[in-house]
């Protein structure tokens, strides 16, 4: 028998963990709707039922909170590529892979299961802890890319690299558009999106010939353009709390005076570099309709300046992780336009299915992907400076164009 010492002992561990965990789950929330800055631990006591100083009991300081939520992401993320690496295809795997993701999100859907934090604002993090999680994340990242067996050639690491970022970042998406659909279409959407993955939005014949597009255009206000773009590429690297008007002057060389010549409030900057980017992107929408031609070369001319930007020193646009920090209605108002940039992707893929340029599949998932597609394109920057730049839009663009495991453009 085990002495009544030992069986208390247990039992206490057991609340401690459960506890933790509750703690976990409510800072997880917290850092969702509000970035890891502007979570607090008041608000993750209030969410839990505690007092802040019983908070204080599990994690000492408000980054040790953050920096917890964050390694328990990295860990479920690696659970998950470890049980879709025992799938013996490449194909298998993806699709293992999209199935846990969706359903674990069907059991958040169902409230049988709490979200984990999202990776976005892990950046703004301070070293130390910055520098442990990066390197965690960059392990995630490369057994993402092994999903694809081992690579013959740099070229072939390259494109899997491409690959497993696209793939990561859809399912991080995922949550910014699946809660349009009821919870019992979600195999339904799941089979939808892995038919894309799995084959791609062109249709059978077509080739990667896209037109480049000038983006060009006049500067209403002298300087505010390069006062934008400074702001957007902290922002992405940062978070928008991460982000503090003092690193935005100070990376443009300017006083904080000068900051609020521009604007008035750090919001309305934020709103500001959104809207750049969304004019940015619905501008290449129109230039390539305007262009003429197939509904395919179009949309291939659309992705291929978009990605051209995001790899230039022209760049970036503003990631949508950026949206966490900001107040629920311009949040709201945020969100509106990019489902109307989506909506427009949609449009041009549904004509284009009816014109037999593009494949049979379903528009609005093919749209989100997109969008997915085009936002997290900043974040291979690096990647894409280590090759000739047609040549990594091509790697990149070929994930969605033609799937995730068509090899056609290393022939190319």
């Known amino acids: 028998m085990n002495a009544p010492g030992k069986l208390e002992t247990a039992s206490a561990t057991k609340r401690f963990q459960a506890k933790r965990d509750a703690i976990l789950a409510a800072a997880a929330d917290a850092i969702n709707e509000q970035s890891a800055k502007g979570m607090t631990f008041a608000d993750v006591a209030r969410r839990v039922g505690l007092n802040t100083t019983s908070v204080t009991y599990y994690f000492k300081r408000k980054e040790d909170?953050?920096?917890?939520?964050?390694?328990?992401?990295?860990?479920?993320?690696?659970?998950?590529?470890?049980?879709?690496?025992?799938?013996?295809?490449?194909e298998a795997r993806v699709a293992r892979y999209l199935n846990v993701n969706m359903e674990r999100l069907a059991r958040i859907r169902r409230g049988e299961?709490?979200?984990?934090?999202?990776?976005?604002?892990?950046?703004?993090?301070?070293?130390?802890?910055?520098?442990?999680?990066?390197?965690?994340?960059?392990?995630?990242?490369?057994?993402t890319r092994t999903l694809w067996g081992p690579a013959a050639s740099r070229a072939e690491t390259d494109l899997h690299g491409a690959r497993a970022h696209v793939l990561l970042e859809n399912t991080f998406w995922l949550t910014a558009w699946l809660p349009r659909y009821e919870v019992d279409e979600y195999p339904r959407v799941e089979a939808r999106l892995m038919d894309v993955f799995r084959t791609g939005i062109a249709a059978p014949g077509e080739a990667w010939t896209p037109h480049m597009l000038d983006l060009e255009h006049d500067e209403p206000e002298?300087?505010?353009?390069?006062?934008?773009?400074?702001?957007?590429?902290?922002?992405?690297?940062?978070?928008?709390?991460?982000?503090?008007?003092?690193?935005?002057?100070?990376?443009?060389?300017?006083?904080?005076?000068?900051?609020?010549?521009?604007?008035?409030?750090?919001?309305?900057?934020?709103?500001?570099?959104?809207?750049?980017s969304f004019d940015i992107i619905a501008d290449a929408q129109r230039l390539a309709e305007a262009a003429g031609?197939?509904?395919?070369?179009?949309?291939?001319?659309?992705?291929?300046?978009?990605?051209?930007?995001?790899?230039?020193?022209?760049?970036?646009?503003?990631?949508?992780?950026?949206?966490?920090?900001?107040?629920?209605?311009?949040?709201?108002?945020?969100?509106?336009?990019?489902?109307?940039?989506?909506?427009?992707?949609?449009?041009?893929?549904?004509?284009?299915?009816?014109?037999?340029?593009?494949?049979?599949?379903?528009?609005?998932?093919?749209?989100?992907?997109?969008?997915?597609?085009?936002?997290?394109?900043?974040?291979?920057?690096?990647?894409?400076?280590?090759?000739?730049?047609?040549?990594?839009?091509?790697?990149?663009?070929?994930?969605?164009?033609?799937?995730?495991?068509?090899?056609?453009?290393?022939a190319g």
């Open 222 to 276: 002298p300087g505010r353009e390069a006062f934008l773009l400074a702001a957007t590429r902290l922002i992405n690297e940062l978070g928008y709390r991460g982000a503090s008007v003092q690193k935005i002057a100070s990376e443009l060389n300017v006083t904080k005076g000068s900051f609020y010549h521009h604007l008035d409030a750090k919001d309305d900057l934020v709103i500001a570099c959104y809207k750049r």
């Open 293 to 410: 031609g197939t509904h395919w070369e179009q949309l291939e001319s659309t992705i291929a300046t978009l990605l051209d930007y995001q790899f230039s020193e022209r760049g970036p646009l503003l990631r949508t992780t950026a949206l966490s920090g900001l107040p629920p209605q311009v949040r709201s108002t945020m969100i509106d336009r990019s489902n109307r940039i989506a909506r427009r992707f949609a449009g041009l893929l549904s004509d284009g299915i009816a014109q037999g340029s593009i494949r049979a599949i379903d528009p609005l998932v093919a749209s989100q992907t997109l969008m997915a597609l085009q936002n997290a394109a900043f974040d291979m920057r690096k990647w894409a400076s280590t090759m000739a730049r047609d040549k990594a839009v091509a790697y990149y663009a070929s994930t969605i164009a033609f799937g995730l495991f068509d090899d056609r453009v290393l």
């Open 113 to 143: 299961e709490r979200d984990f934090a999202i990776l976005s604002d892990l950046r703004a993090m301070e070293d130390p802890i910055k520098r442990e999680l990066l390197d965690r994340w960059r392990g995630v990242f490369r057994k």
């Open 65 to 90: 909170l953050a920096a917890a939520a964050f390694e328990q992401t990295l860990d479920r993320l690696e659970a998950m590529l470890d049980d879709a690496a025992r799938e013996p295809t490449p």
